[in-house]
């Protein structure tokens, strides 16, 4: 038995640079935003506590913070990630073009886990600023062609399907009980309390 007996689920943001990763994590951590760009260097994350189907969850949500703009992608960043959120801007069609070498970034990175299992979720930020140059429809077909990923239309500024987008990648979770270092290296699986498991069945929620 031990004390901690919560999911912990690291998300990352993917995508080019000023889609609004930074304003998408802010908006959905802090209830916060700002028109302000800042490109910070460093990788960075924030932390939030959500219930999602009666299971309590940690999420850790990884910001590139910067890397992106050179089109690069650390193993640091994507080391143990669980689920990953790819952004374009629905006003560029080239940060669209952009998500198929951002999911395969991503698949290079994380090649010690088994990416196919990792829930992704794909949201066009900005839909605030006008009718969005890329259509529903395109976008919904390259997401269905790879797996039927769950797309979301999303305004950081106006608080428009930013949590949903969140909600869904966890929902699609593995809900293991690992938790990820903050050197993101190998998982520590914390030990179940037997009775508690039995408990859950009984209850439905596995
Ligand atoms: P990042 O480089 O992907 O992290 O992008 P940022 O979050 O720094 O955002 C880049 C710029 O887009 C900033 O000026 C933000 O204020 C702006 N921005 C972000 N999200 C939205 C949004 O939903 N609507 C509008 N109109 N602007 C946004
Ligand atoms: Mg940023």
């Not at 698949?107 to 140059?133: H, R, W, Y």
């Not at 987008?165 to 009980?177: G, I, L, M, R, Y």
């Amino acid at each position: 038995m031990t004390a901690s007996n919560k999911t912990i689920l690291k998300v990352l943001l993917l995508g080019d640079s000023g889609v609004g990763k930074t304003s998408i994590m802010k908006r959905y951590v802090k209830n916060k935003f700002t028109n302000q760009y800042k490109a910070s260097i460093g990788t960075d994350f924030l932390t939030k506590q959500i219930t999602v189907d009666e299971v309590s969850v940690d999420l850790q949500i990884w910001d590139t913070a910067g890397q992106e703009r050179f089109f690069s992608l650390s193993p640091y960043y994507c080391r143990g990630a669980d689920c990953c959120i790819l952004v374009y801007d629905t006003n560029n069609p080239r940060t669209f073009e952009s998500l198929e070498s951002w999911r395969e970034k991503f698949f290079i990175q994380t090649s010690l886990q088994d990416p196919e299992k990792i829930p992704f979720a794909v949201i066009g930020n900005k839909i605030d600023m006008g009718e969005p140059l890329v259509s529903r429809k395109t976008v919904h077909e390259w997401c269905q062609a790879r797996g039927n990923i769950p797309f979301f239309f999303a305004s950081a500024k106006e608080n428009h399907n930013v949590t949903e987008a969140f909600t869904s990648v966890v929902q699609n979770a593995p809900k293991e009980k690992t938790i990820y270092n903050y050197f993101g290296q190998n998982p520590i699986i914390l030990e179940e309390d037997e009775d508690e498991e039995e408990e859950k069945k009984k209850g439905g929620l596995e």
